[in-house]
């Protein structure tokens, strides 16, 4: 299996277009057509996880992180970007990251914490806009239903948890074949008046190519007649954070215990406890500070993330209660997710999860 067949399948679950615009996500060294040898699954992409790639024989990471965050004007090796770069390249290891557009996905980073939290009634906490485009074509009567199928085949018609969904409207088409065209109905100098049906469909931004290709495929027409809009509207599985609710509700104390059993946490950093019994909670792995005013706007009782910073932890207001459990702590179990994803799918070859701790934060008990 090459390298290639890999990077599809992860983006199938999350595409390249739903990171946000200041990450670099994807491949960020080696060849996709390289024939893949083995995986190591980690958080971090190091010196030190290079090394164990090379070790077990591994010519592919898989990283949440991508090593490579912000413009390099030199690879020297001073630094332990370069250093890790120089390695892989070096040792014929390629490098890739699904970051924030595993973040951006209802399956993804937030789902895997809210599977450790047993969290149900899942929605995205703030929905990406502007993903969603709407295709509208016209269509002979006979062809419709055909036309249709292979939009919604391509991934058309999708509304949150509904498929196949369009809209059509039936009328009267007109066109005149000059010389030189070859019409499926018509006759060549004469203006010709058909019966169609406008079809219209909307579908996730990142499959325009996909879609277009399978209509005008299957299109009957020699010329396809066809509009293609943005829409400002909101993808409602796509976006930062993630809600949720406890079957039952629970006490601030024992949900505090239940996170540092369920992370495996040595400490945990909070803002005052209200005396509430806890039930809808909101999600963030990493740095989701940015988030805190939409978690009290959702009505989560607490919101748990990482990397808040002393006059943020303010911003809870006493309408929330924050938790703070660290970075590596919150997105550790991504690598759990991603081993879960590719096992599957990569069954010639090893998928091994990294044993190096790529965390560099320790803590002095």
């Not at 292979?150 to 969904?165: D, H, I, N």
Request: aromatic share 8%.
């Amino acid at each position: 299996m090459k390298i290639l067949s890999v990077i599809q399948h992860l983006e199938k679950l999350a595409p390249p277009s739903f990171q946000e615009t200041y990450d670099n996500a994807g491949l960020l060294t080696g060849d996709e057509q390289w024939e893949c040898t083995g995986i190591i699954i980690t958080l971090d992409a190091t010196e030190e996880v290079v090394n164990e790639a090379v070790a077990k024989k591994c010519n592919l990471i898989v990283a949440h992180h991508p090593i490579i965050f912000r413009g390099l004007k030199k690879i020297t090796g001073k630094n332990y970007v370069e250093r890790t770069i120089i390695s892989a390249i070096k040792n014929g290891i390629a490098i890739y990251a699904v970051h924030t557009n595993l973040d951006n996905v209802i399956k993804g980073v937030n789902g895997k914490i809210a599977d450790l939290l047993n969290l149900q009634n899942r929605t995205i906490l703030q929905p990406r806009e502007q993903l969603l485009k709407k295709l509208v074509t016209f269509a002979p009567l006979k062809e419709a239903e055909n036309i249709r199928s292979v939009l919604f085949e391509a991934g058309a018609g999708k509304l949150g948890k509904y498929s196949e969904c369009s809209f059509n409207i039936e009328g009267t088409g007109t066109f005149k074949a000059e010389e030189g065209a070859d019409p499926h109905v018509g006759e060549i100098g004469k203006r010709h008046e058909e019966k169609e049906i406008k079809i219209e469909v909307i579908f996730p931004g990142y499959l325009q190519n996909k879609i277009e290709r399978a209509m005008i495929e299957a299109h009957p027409y020699e010329e396809v007649a066809y509009d293609i809009f943005s829409l400002t509207n909101y993808l409602s599985d796509v976006g930062s954070g993630l809600v949720g609710e406890l079957a039952e509700a629970i006490d601030e104390t024992l949900l505090l215990e239940k996170i540092k059993n369920s992370f495996d946490l040595k400490v945990i950093k909070h803002t005052t406890l209200k005396g509430n019994m806890v039930k809808k909670m909101a999600v963030c792995g990493g740095a989701g500070s940015f988030l805190i005013g939409a978690a009290i706007a959702g009505g989560a009782d607490v919101y748990i993330t990482s990397d808040i910073k002393y006059h943020e932890f303010f911003d809870a207001d006493y309408k929330i209660v924050l938790i703070d459990i660290g970075h590596y702590e919150s997105e550790r179990f991504t690598i759990d997710l991603l081993y879960e994803i590719l096992k599957e799918k990569c069954v010639n070859f090893g998928v091994l999860k990294t044993e190096v701790n790529t965390n560099p934060v320790r803590y002095f008990l």
